[in-house]
Structure formats: structure tokens, C-alpha cells
């Protein structure tokens, strides 16, 4: 009878040493210790984000209102994964600890994620789901943007990949809240109800902190509150045309960048990471 | 003795794109070099989409046709910049598209985000015509942004009734 691997003593930086041995070689990383950390702390966040919300929308496989929207959300995850490679791939690299962006997703604790509170929200109907990927999308595609012309090329150069897929999740989810909010009295009443929900989660894209400012100082990322306007003016328009009401709280949830998460983040890790926790460095 | 890189090249273009085996992997533009680095040869691929599962697929591919030509020492290496854009779709390969049946790409009219081309496509005002590639009607319909694979929309032709996919701009 097979046995099952080992799973007490599972030896996690033998396996991180030999997948990193078989990547090429990274390239040496000049910045400054504190830099550095800040840097590793800013591609967290953002491989984070997608990753998570990567995961989320791929909640919606085989399970979508109908058969074009299931293959789009399907579409949607599969470009935020993909995403996620290459930011916790380099994160690994300006980390220098030999870890991979498999390491990373699959053997790190809630508390070490750094991903927005907004993105690890349950999916709640397709409205909401829309809802919060339309806000997610606004940003992103901001931030994409400002990203494009970072000092490192290596940054710059995934954003100007990732940049041209979000610009149709914008696309996308702009077309169905415009559409959803000016449907029907259903539809409309739970677009409502969904930008009620998610907006106090918002505000934590634009909060700064020490890190933030670092990597905005070296040019590596913008200034968060450069990308504000250009937001406000993106869901203004859309939330218009859609003839939804912009909620007034400025109330913002925060510390899913710190670290700090609510009890959904747990529930996705333990769905996500079980395979590799149960089985390490098992591979297809 | 090795191979020149047109023949590197020439057994490339042999090689079939996994998911729409009617084009090869030089017509969709993924290949970007090929050099020998001394003993190495050295061939750099971009991905078309970020998370396109047909990546992995295509390195493997590429590895054993040129493993099966003679080629010993081989390095495959990733680069990003540029990033891909369907402009680099060879013109055959439009043309194997279409008979395969699906629409080639329009180029320049890659989604930027910007809120004008919404605001045109939501009234109807948009001038991105995409030709039913059976019976060649301007008169079609997008049915989603997305298709079966990442790179593809779907529309539906009013004229012949089939659906069909688009090959998106991006």
C-alpha cells in the first residue's frame, strides 16, 4: 500500500531551495535594507490583492447566473492568478530568501497577508460580486497605470502586461453595474444595496503608511493619494450612469494591509492552501 | 555543428498553438528570440495573457521538438516587455483564423479604460465592426467580453445565426 507523505515534518526550505535553484538566477537587489523591506511589503500587497480576489471570483466557476458570465468571472481569476505569479514571484526575488510565489501563496498565515479587507469579502449574490470587483477594478487599473513608469523595470514591466487585461475586467464590470443598476427595480435595489456594503471597504486603497511612502519616494510606486481623483471621477461617472446613489459614510475599514483581516480571509486560506499544507511540495 | 537560427525558427513555426492548433506559435507572435547563447540556445517567449494555461503547455512543446531536432543545451527565458499584443498575429495566421472560424483581431481597438469608447459602445455608437467569419456579415452582436479561452470574445452573427469567437484586441 502507497504511503502518504510524511505530513508532520514537512521540510519547507529544502523544498523553497530546490525550486528556487531551478528558477534563473535573480538578479542582485541594490536597495537599501529598509528599502527592500518596504519593496517586499508593496509586492505583497499587491500579489496579494489579486490573489485573493483571484480566488474569490473563481468561487463563481459552475455556479453563475448564466453560462457567458460564469466563463468571464472564470476569465477574470485566471488573469488575477496569473497576475499574482508574477508579483509574489518578484516579491520572492527582492525578498532573497529563496521563496518561491507558490511558497508565498500556500505557506503563509493569515496574519502574514497584505491584501485589501475589500477583496477577501464573501461574494454575496452576482450583484455584489460585480460591485466589488467594478470598485477593485477602478483602482487597479490606476494603479496599473501609475505602476507602468516605476523605476524598477521589473515592476514596470508587469504592470504594463497586467495593465492591458484589466483594462477589460474595467471594462466588463462597468457594463454590468451600469446595466444592473439601471434594470430593473431588482437589480437596481440590490446594486444599492451591494455599494452600501462594500464602500466603507474602500477607503483602505488610499491609506498610507511607512512603506507606502518609501516605495513612492524611490519612484518604485506612486503616491496612493495621487490615484484617489482619478477614482472618484471613474466611479462618479459609472455609479451616474447607473443611477445609483454614492453613499456619503466616510467610514474606512482598515488593516487588511497590516495584516489584520476578518475571520473570511481564514476560511479562503483553508480552502486554498490545503493541499500544499496536507501534502508539501506536492506538484502536478 | 549547430543549426542556424532560421532553422530554429522553420521548426517553431511547425509548432501548433495548444489551443487553436490551426496557427503556429510564430504566426501568434509569442516568440521573440531565438539566439545561441555559446553552446546554449536561447529562445524567449512572452505570454499572451498574464494567467493563460496554454504557457506551460507551449514551453513543453517547444522543449521537445527542439530536443527531438538535435538540440542539446537549451534555455527557454520569459520576457515581458514588450507585452504581447495581437498586432504581432502574422497575417496568415489571421487569415488560418478566419477559415478556422474564428474573427481575427481588429487591431487598435485594445480596451484602454478610458470611459469615451464605453460611452460609444453602450450607444451603439462604436464603429468596431467584427465580420461573422462564416458568412462575412458586418451585421453581428457581442454576446460577452470573454470567450473559451482568455484571448477570445464571443459574438453571435444576425445574419447566418451562429455564434462564433473573436480573437480580442489587446
Redesign the interface.
Given at each position: 500500500m502507497p504511503s502518504l507523505p510524511d505530513m508532520t515534518t514537512p521540510n519547507v526550505d529544502a523544498l523553497a531551495a530546490k525550486a528556487a535553484s531551478a528558477q534563473?538566477k535573480a538578479a542582485p537587489i541594490e536597495a537599501a535594507p529598509e528599502l527592500r523591506k518596504a519593496f517586499f511589503e508593496f509586492l505583497l500587497r499587491m500579489g496579494d490583492n489579486t490573489l485573493i480576489l483571484g480566488h474569490r471570483v473563481s468561487e463563481w466557476c459552475g455556479h453563475s447566473p448564466v453560462l457567458?458570465?460564469d466563463?468571464?468571472l472564470a476569465?477574470?481569476a485566471?488573469?488575477?492568478?496569473?497576475?499574482t505569479?508574477?508579483w509574489l514571484g518578484l516579491a520572492g526575488e527582492v525578498e532573497g530568501e529563496e521563496r518561491t510565489a507558490d511558497n508565498l501563496a500556500y505557506l503563509r498565515d493569515a496574519a502574514q497577508f497584505r491584501n485589501v479587507l475589500l477583496v477577501e469579502r464573501p461574494n454575496g449574490d452576482f450583484g455584489n460580486t460585480l460591485m466589488r470587483q467594478f470598485l477593485f477594478d477602478a483602482w487597479h487599473?490606476e494603479m496599473l497605470?501609475a505602476l507602468a513608469s516605476s523605476t524598477d523595470?521589473r515592476v514596470?514591466?508587469?504592470a504594463?502586461?497586467?495593465?492591458?487585461?484589466?483594462?477589460?475586467h474595467?471594462?466588463?464590470s462597468?457594463?454590468l453595474v451600469?446595466r444592473l443598476g439601471d434594470g430593473t427595480e431588482e437589480s437596481h435595489k440590490r446594486m444599492q444595496v451591494a455599494l452600501d456594503d462594500n464602500w466603507t471597504y474602500t477607503g483602505e486603497f488610499f491609506l498610507t503608511d511607512d512603506a507606502d511612502r518609501a516605495v513612492a519616494e524611490a519612484g518604485i510606486a506612486p503616491r496612493l493619494e495621487s490615484l484617489k481623483a482619478a477614482w472618484d471621477s471613474?466611479v462618479n461617472?459609472v455609479l451616474d450612469q447607473a443611477r445609483l446613489t454614492r453613499p456619503e459614510s466616510t467610514y474606512v475599514h482598515k488593516g487588511g494591509k497590516r495584516g489584520v483581516h476578518t475571520e473570511h480571509l481564514g476560511f479562503i486560506l483553508a480552502d486554498m492552501q490545503f493541499l500544499q499544507r496536507a501534502y508539501p511540495g506536492a506538484t502536478w | 555543428m549547430q543549426p542556424a537560427t532560421e532553422q530554429i525558427w522553420r521548426w517553431l513555426g511547425e509548432l501548433p498553438d495548444p489551443e487553436i492548433p490551426v496557427i503556429s506559435l510564430t504566426d501568434l507572435g509569442i516568440i521573440r528570440d531565438v539566439a545561441w547563447d555559446d553552446d546554449t540556445l536561447v529562445v524567449k517567449l512572452t505570454p499572451t495573457y498574464s494567467g493563460c494555461p496554454a504557457t506551460a503547455v507551449i514551453n513543453l512543446d517547444i522543449e521537445k521538438k527542439l530536443r527531438a531536432e538535435g538540440i542539446g543545451k537549451l534555455r527557454l527565458e520569459r520576457q515581458l516587455s514588450p507585452p504581447w499584443t495581437t498586432d504581432w498575429i502574422s497575417a496568415e495566421g489571421r487569415e488560418k483564423l478566419r477559415e478556422y472560424g474564428i474573427a481575427p483581431p481588429v487591431d487598435g481597438t485594445a480596451a484602454d479604460g478610458r470611459l469615451l469608447a464605453r460611452v460609444d459602445r453602450l450607444a451603439g455608437t462604436s464603429n468596431l465592426v467584427i465580420e461573422c467569419p462564416r458568412c462575412g456579415s458586418a451585421n453581428t452582436e457581442r454576446v460577452s467580453q470573454f470567450g473559451s479561452t482568455p484571448c477570445k470574445a464571443s459574438y453571435r452573427c444576425k445574419d447566418c445565426l451562429e455564434p462564433f469567437d473573436y480573437f480580442k484586441c489587446i
Open positions: 534563473a457567458e458570465e466563463i468571464a476569465n477574470t485566471l488573469d488575477l492568478i496569473g497576475q505569479q508574477m487599473h497605470k523595470p514596470a514591466e508587469i504594463a502586461k497586467a495593465v492591458k487585461e484589466v483594462a477589460y474595467l471594462e466588463r462597468a457594463d451600469i471613474m461617472d | -
